[in-house]
């Protein structure tokens, strides 16, 4: 017998025994077993079991259908919603009950902005809205718009009365409702933000200017309508509580809202919140000749003021002395509104002369101008366009007075570093002699607006002749940075000789030259009833007062 003896060596470090391997192998082995033991069932039980996962899945659907939208948890919910704009919130919220009571979570409408016909229809809408939100929304601007109820449709006058008596009858009975369905509206506005302290824009527009332009006449239909004042006198109230009871307020802008805003008013106002306030418009052309809605003296409070807009006759040299104290943070923005009535009701001889305005641009380089003059005549506009001002944007509007081609001349000259916005209206109504402002020139003036002013970005033009020669060389000169040419239809002219032309379209030969110097397309307005910046001039100078100012 042969005995073999095996005589162990040494091992390096960390090797294993062969007993040692073979445990480790049959270890490995057995998993392995284990493993391929254990797939089999977990596939039988997945797919191998007829019937098993549409079970399952006839399960997970259920639970789907139960946990569904109703059951989720509101902080998703207004998760959700906010990333949709308010009106797929609106219909969001039609999905069942749970949703419709996070529609108006306050985070959700920190920013309510509302257009309102001036008509019945609206009110029941604009309280339930009010109601939900009036209490937290932190930014409110409301529209108020008295539109169609002068002209056609509508009862009113009795059956056996016609012609011209009928006719006022039967506007009389629209106006008076209208001024009974705004006083009731604007009541809705102020009763539900009365207690809201964190208020931080609050704005306020209504478009009753035919009334205001007529104040004989809206005193007449307001004494109908309220005859002993009190539904007046309960929205100064609430406004000033308003004003009161704010803690927040940086936005306070009230435009051509019929007796809303008193010269007491701004008194309301705490001086801590006063001093912390941005923007100040306060806007109203009924309030009587020897009054104002700012004086100097309130103006001080304001030292935080960015951009103001108010009455031109009610912007002193003293406001102007105010706004350049050391105290006060640079004005950056005014905008100033030239109306007719004021003029002749107040006086320009306490206007700012030429070295306040140097003084304002020396505080601010920023600092710039937007007036709007309606039916100013030529000499009030030569006292009021002092060299000095940093004049931005210009708009004309007249029913009676024409503005003169010496004026756009001056314009052009004064401002040629700083206009970007030229508007120029006239609503006559004879149509067939448009006034003519390169009449006795060798240039047009308006040519020579385009020429001089190379800021020069919006140049809008009804009422005034503007020969299509003279058009394609001002879309020529500003070219692309021209990003608003709005000429309507019936003011551009031809001369005798492009008419005469057989073998060119005057018509289509325009198109095409303005386009090419605009580099863009062109066409004439046909419509003028589509441009609110011809039919509503109150609604355009607030809408752009209040861009000119955001835009800080």
Same mark, same amino acid.
């Given at each position: 017998?042969?005995?073999?003896?095996?005589?162990?060596?040494?091992?390096?470090?960390?090797?294993?025994?062969?007993? $040692?391997?073979?445990?480790?192998?049959?270890?490995?082995?057995?998993?392995?077993?284990?493993?391929?033991?254990?797939?089999? $069932?977990?596939?039988?039980?997945?797919?191998?079991?007829?019937?098993?996962? %549409?079970?399952?899945?006839?399960?997970?659907?259920?639970?789907?259908?139960?946990?569904?939208?109703?059951?989720?948890?509101?902080?998703?919910?207004?998760?959700?919603? %906010?990333?949709?704009?308010?009106?797929?919130?609106?219909?969001?919220?039609?999905?069942?009950?749970?949703?419709?009571?996070?529609?108006?979570?306050?985070?959700?409408?920190?920013?309510?902005?509302?257009?309102?016909?001036?008509?019945?229809?609206?009110?029941?809408?604009?309280?339930?809205?009010?109601?939900?939100?009036?209490?937290?929304?932190?930014?409110?601007?409301?529209? !108020?718009?008295?539109?169609?109820?002068?002209?056609?449709?509508?009862?009113?006058?009795?059956?056996?009365?016609? $012609?011209? +008596?009928?006719?006022?009858?039967?506007?009389?009975?629209?106006?008076?409702?209208?001024?009974?369905?705004?006083?009731?509206?604007?009541?809705?506005?102020?009763?539900?933000?009365?207690?809201?302290?964190?208020?931080?824009?609050?704005?306020?527009? $209504?478009?009753?200017?035919?009334?205001?332009?007529?104040?004989?006449?809206?005193?007449?239909?307001?004494?109908?309508?309220?005859?002993?004042?009190? @539904?007046?006198?309960?929205?100064?109230?609430?406004?000033?509580?308003?004003?009161?009871?704010?803690?927040?307020?940086?936005?306070?802008?009230?435009?051509?809202?019929?007796?809303?805003?008193?010269?007491?008013?701004?008194?309301?106002?705490?001086?801590?919140?006063?001093?912390?306030?941005?923007?100040?418009?306060?806007?109203?052309? #009924?309030?009587?000749?020897?009054?104002?809605?700012?004086?100097?003296?309130?103006?001080?409070? !304001?030292?935080?003021?960015?951009?103001?807009?108010?009455?031109?006759?009610?912007?002193?040299?003293?406001?102007?002395?105010?706004?350049?104290? %050391?105290?006060?943070?640079?004005?950056?923005?005014?905008?100033?509104?030239?109306?007719?009535? %004021?003029?002749?009701?107040?006086?320009?001889?306490?206007?700012?002369?030429?070295?306040?305005?140097?003084?304002?641009?020396?505080?601010?380089?920023?600092?710039?101008?937007?007036?709007?003059?309606?039916? &100013?005549?030529?000499?009030?506009?030569?006292?009021?366009?002092?060299? #000095?001002?940093?004049?931005?944007?210009?708009?004309?509007?007249?029913? &009676?007075?024409?503005? #003169?081609?010496?004026?756009?001349?001056?314009?052009?000259?004064?401002?040629? @570093?700083?206009?970007?916005?030229?508007?120029?209206?006239?609503?006559?109504?004879?149509?067939?002699?448009?006034?003519?402002?390169?009449?006795?020139?060798?240039?047009?003036?308006?040519?020579?607006?385009?020429?001089?002013?190379?800021?020069?970005?919006?140049?809008?033009?009804?009422?005034?002749?503007?020969?299509?020669?003279?058009? &394609?060389?001002?879309?020529?000169?500003?070219?692309?940075?021209? @990003?608003?040419?709005?000429?309507?239809?019936?003011?551009?002219?031809?001369?005798?000789?492009?008419?005469?032309?057989?073998?060119?379209?005057?018509?289509?030969?325009?198109?095409?030259?303005?386009?090419?110097?605009?580099?863009?397309?062109?066409?004439?307005?046909?419509?003028?009833?589509?441009?609110?910046?011809?039919? +509503?001039?109150?609604?355009?100078?607030?809408?752009?007062?209040?861009?000119?100012?955001?835009?800080?």
């Amino acid at each position: 017998m042969l005995l073999f003896l095996s005589v162990p060596q040494p091992r390096p470090p960390g090797a294993r025994t062969r007993a $040692g391997a073979a445990r480790v192998g049959r270890g490995r082995r057995q998993r392995l077993r284990g493993r391929r033991q254990r797939r089999p $069932g977990l596939l039988r039980a997945l797919r191998g079991r007829p019937g098993a996962g %549409s079970r399952r899945r006839g399960r997970m659907a259920l639970c789907g259908q139960a946990a569904g939208a109703a059951s989720l948890p509101s902080e998703l919910i207004v998760h959700i919603f %906010s990333f949709l704009s308010a009106p797929d919130r609106l219909r969001a919220s039609a999905s069942c009950s749970h949703w419709r009571e996070c529609l108006f979570y306050p985070a959700l409408w920190p920013q309510l902005r509302i257009s309102l016909r001036v008509s019945p229809a609206e009110q029941p809408r604009l309280e339930f809205l009010m109601r939900k939100c009036g209490w937290f929304v932190r930014e409110l601007g409301v529209e !108020f718009t008295a539109e169609n109820y002068t002209g056609g449709g509508g009862g009113g006058a009795d059956a056996g009365v016609g $012609g011209e +008596e009928g006719e006022a009858l039967q506007l009389s009975a629209r106006w008076l409702e209208v001024l009974r369905t705004y006083l009731e509206l604007v009541l809705c506005v102020l009763v539900s933000i009365r207690n809201n302290r964190n208020l931080q824009k609050f704005s306020l527009f $209504g478009d009753i200017s035919v009334l205001q332009q007529q104040g004989t006449l809206s005193n007449t239909y307001l004494s109908k309508v309220d005859p002993d004042g009190k @539904k007046v006198k309960q929205i100064q109230q609430l406004f000033e509580e308003i004003l009161s009871n704010s803690r927040q307020l940086k936005w306070l802008s009230c435009g051509f809202m019929l007796d809303t805003v008193t010269p007491a008013s701004l008194s309301s106002l705490a001086t801590s919140v006063a001093s912390s306030v941005e923007h100040l418009s306060l806007l109203d052309n #009924s309030v009587p000749g020897n009054s104002t809605l700012v004086t100097a003296v309130e103006l001080e409070r !304001f030292v935080n003021l960015r951009s103001l807009a108010l009455d031109f006759c009610d912007f002193t040299a003293e406001m102007a002395r105010v706004l350049t104290d %050391s105290n006060h943070v640079p004005l950056q923005r005014l905008s100033l509104l030239v109306h007719n009535v %004021s003029v002749m009701h107040k006086t320009l001889e306490h206007m700012p002369n030429d070295e306040h305005w140097k003084a304002l641009s020396r505080k601010s380089t920023s600092f710039r101008v937007y007036i709007m003059a309606f039916d &100013i005549r030529g000499e009030d506009m030569l006292k009021i366009l002092k060299p #000095s001002i940093p004049l931005e944007r210009i708009h004309f509007d007249s029913y &009676i007075t024409c503005v #003169s081609g010496a004026i756009v001349d001056l314009i052009s000259r004064q401002y040629d @570093k700083f206009l970007t916005h030229f508007i120029l209206m006239n609503d006559v109504i004879d149509t067939s002699g448009f006034p003519d402002l390169s009449d006795n020139r060798n240039e047009d003036p308006l040519v020579l607006l385009a020429w001089r002013c190379t800021k020069l970005s919006l140049l809008a033009v009804h009422g005034y002749t503007v020969w299509a020669h003279n058009l &394609i060389a001002i879309a020529r000169l500003r070219g692309p940075d021209l @990003k608003v040419l709005e000429v309507t239809e019936e003011s551009i002219d031809f001369d005798q000789g492009e008419l005469a032309d057989q073998d060119v379209d005057p018509v289509h030969n325009l198109i095409e030259q303005v386009s090419l110097g605009l580099s863009q397309p062109w066409h004439a307005v046909m419509d003028i009833e589509s441009l609110s910046v011809f039919t +509503e001039p109150n609604r355009h100078f607030y809408r752009e007062m209040q861009s000119f100012s955001e835009d800080i």
